[in-house]
């Protein structure tokens, strides 16, 4: 090739690739330690957010991830060993453009159309600060540990100009209800804040248990404690000696009038441990329906031709608008499946 050819060969090559579709990149991730990360190892807390337990993403990767410094804690380089604490920020690189040969990379995963499309009709609040969304049972909060595409996901795919988009807080895939989205750096830090066991943040859950709760109102305190062996999914345990401290306030709305002995509780968590208010309600003895991991089969099968998925529904919110301070609540009944079990037991939400 002649030099005189070389300008325009540029700008022939310049043009092919502006032609070309934009290409949905993975994003830098900033996951902010919850209270039921607080103590966790960062290279444990990585492999569950890359989903390498699950063979998505090879274990070695995470681990080149923290020797070459592209993960930081805090804005710091840190070592796999580091305990975690509630609060710190996780730098999270695009997994993608660290692996190497990008031929080899991983495709982003598709979202279908349907999904995308479905994601407008659940947001039930939004300003210029954030959203607060009605996340359906199924839906993981975010993408990693075997699922391709998660709520936030979601989010950036329907609202490709938003600036950022990042969650609040989480909720578990089986747990249908509220999440709150941040669209600024400055109101993920406020809402952050506030969602800290000592913050303003209000979380209400609605859980459908098998018998009748003796006391209209209960607090529970019993430490909890991960259960992780490797190669297998964790459960939690309730641990006196070496559990975290987990508080949850139930209130008994009603009990079933006819049929199986059933029990509409409110819980309030004051903590945020995993699982804490599954575990917290096995613990006393009313296993939350249709939770497959710590509910009862035996109890679940008569109520329903096929097992109910998980009765447990964050309802409300309420929290502090993070620009303006004024009080923000937000309610949202428990999906339509939870209405034959309902009506068959007498109970009923009330707004």
């Known amino acids: 090739m002649t030099a005189e050819n070389r300008p325009e060969h540029h700008r022939q090559t310049t043009q092919q690739a502006a032609d070309r579709p934009a290409v949905d990149r993975p994003r830098v991730r900033l996951e902010t330690v919850d209270a039921r990360s607080d103590g966790q190892r960062l290279d444990n807390f990585l492999l569950r957010e890359l989903g390498a337990q699950h063979d998505k993403q090879p274990r070695a990767l995470v681990y080149r991830l923290i020797r070459k410094g592209q993960v930081r804690v805090n804005k710091k380089r840190a070592k796999p060993m580091q305990r975690l604490r509630s609060g710190d920020i996780v730098r999270i690189p695009p997994v993608r453009d660290l692996r190497g040969d990008p031929d080899t990379a991983r495709p982003t995963a598709s979202i279908p159309a349907g999904w995308i499309e479905r994601i407008e009709t659940l947001i039930r609040h939004e300003d210029e600060a954030l959203l607060v969304v009605d996340k359906p049972a199924g839906l993981a909060a975010h993408a990693g540990s075997g699922y391709d595409f998660g709520l936030i996901e979601l989010l950036r795919a329907a609202r490709p100009s938003e600036a ?178 309902l009506d068959q037991a007498g109970l009923a939400v009330k707004p």
């Open 164 to 341: 950022m988009l990042e969650l609040a807080h989480r909720i578990d895939r089986e747990t249908s209800g509220l999440i709150v989205v941040a669209k600024s750096r400055e109101a993920l830090l406020a809402l952050q804040e506030q969602f800290r066991p000592e913050g303003a943040a209000k979380k209400h859950y609605l859980a459908l248990c098998h018998g009748h709760w003796r006391d209209a109102h209960q607090t529970v305190n019993a430490p909890l404690r991960k259960d992780q062996g490797e190669g297998r999914a964790h459960r939690v345990v309730v641990d006196t000696q070496r559990g975290k401290s987990a508080r949850t306030d139930f209130e008994r709305l009603g009990t079933s009038h006819r049929g199986p002995a059933l029990s509409l509780m409110k819980a309030t968590l004051h903590t945020g441990r995993t699982h804490q208010i599954r575990v917290h309600c096995r613990h006393v003895g009313h296993p939350i329906v249709g939770d497959s991991k710590y509910g009862d089969r035996g109890l679940d099968r008569p109520l329903a031709r096929r097992r109910p998925g998980l009765m447990l529904h964050a309802y409300r919110l309420a929290l502090a608008h993070p620009d303006h301070g004024g009080r923000l609540t937000i309610t949202s009944m428990p999906p339509d499946s939870w209405q034959p079990l």
